[in-house]
């Protein structure tokens, strides 16, 4: 303890920067001029107050998207993540950025910094880009070393930036759960989540390029020029570009992305015909929250008074479900108000976090009791099987956050339900006035919760939980966690013994 404290001492004079340039920016303000734009303006004139909004629940689909939308690009590419994977998608993303920027258009890349540690240099590298600039978001003083910020900076490292979005030309966004890694598109051999994005053109673009510019013109978000030892140069630049190059014709993508894209490409028309019309609106919390507040307030406040407001049904699918006191009760009064509360999280076996499952497990008696069906997603159920050609056997996890009330209008976006997505982090998300979008929504959950792809949680008669789930139609019972061992168990009770929960 006392070798900590004197590391802390020693480094704890080192800062995040404050005298740096800055250049505020914002979205492109033309936005009708660009092919896809004039499109979307004479649609959104024959759906006055409306947006068109589509699902992306493939994976496939969703990255197939976000290339398409590097190169449909004429003016502006904006996008914010929490995580950018070092691995095969987030390569191939940032080489298809460096086309765009290479062809003029304008590339603003803001990122959560918890996931960057080691790849300074690469990052600003691509930053050295004239029409590419990179951002920060709360990033770590320690380069090299985040634990120190951890101990002497705790209050202010332990916010972090949870949003994910991508805005082409101020005209197309896509909104959801999706970071940018592997995991998240289908093609990871070991782990794939379970994930959803909603595609968007009209006004609410320009909602959600607002919600971008507000992040990046705050004092949260830092150049990353600001915090590497020396600027990157056009050498830098070009070594990096070649680097990653080199590294995509070694490893190829596992499913064949320029015909993808280019069948995409080719049928634009018709896929924007398919968009719904609804009213909608981009949500998220404001970081400077934090500093009002000390916590983040907006999505919270807006879950529950819409919660607030039911009449029938809640449909929740969230990977971490950490119910405090506030929500424990918020579910008895629906239920006794006749609201039917249905929600699928991870079970511990597909989580891949444990002490998040930790915080989840705390509850699950009572939430069952209070009246809540709850299920739990099986670690490799039957839910979209893949067809590239990696062999399919890959675990599941759930990562999706996505909310249907009353069948009538839904939320898709970053929010968990949980005291991190709650009170620590920014999060955001479009919410849409839909029956018909609502159906869809709710149709995708429903597979979720099918026996083959889920363990329903219960309650016996003496008070103790079981799992129960099918196999090839034949069904199962669990009387602990399903497909969990002794020590994972074991490390979940001692997390719910320390004083934790409120960072989960």
Known sequence: MLLVLAVVLL?????????YPRTPSTAFPDYASTAIGTYFEKAAASHPGQSGFGILPDGRRA???????????????????FIWEADATGRVLAERLVRAADRGVRVRILVDDLNLKGRDAVVAALDAHPNIEIRLFNPFAQRSAQLLDFIADFDRVNHRMHNKLFVMDNAVAIVGGRNIGDHYFDVHQQVNFRDLDVVAGGPVVRETSSAFDHFWNSDWAVPIRAMVDRPATEADLQAAVQTGRERIAKEPYPYPLDQDVATLKSKLTAIFDTLIWAPGHMIFDDPNEIKQYGRTITMTEGFYRRIGRLNSELLIEVPYFVVRKRGLEAVKRLHERGVRIRVLTNSLASNDVLAAHAGHAEHRDELIAAGMELYELRAEPAVEKRTFYLTGSSRSSLHNKAMVFDRKDVFIGSLNLDPRSGDINTEAGLYIESPELAAQVAAYMDKGVLPENSYRVQLDADGDLYWVTETSGKTERYDHDPNSTAWQRAKVRFIRMLPVMEQL
């Open 63 to 81: 990255f197939t998207a976000r290339i398409a939308m590097t190169e449909l690009a004429e003016k502006t590419l904006d996008l914010q993540y």
């Open 11 to 19: 480094t704890g004079c080192a800062s995040v920067p404050k005298d």
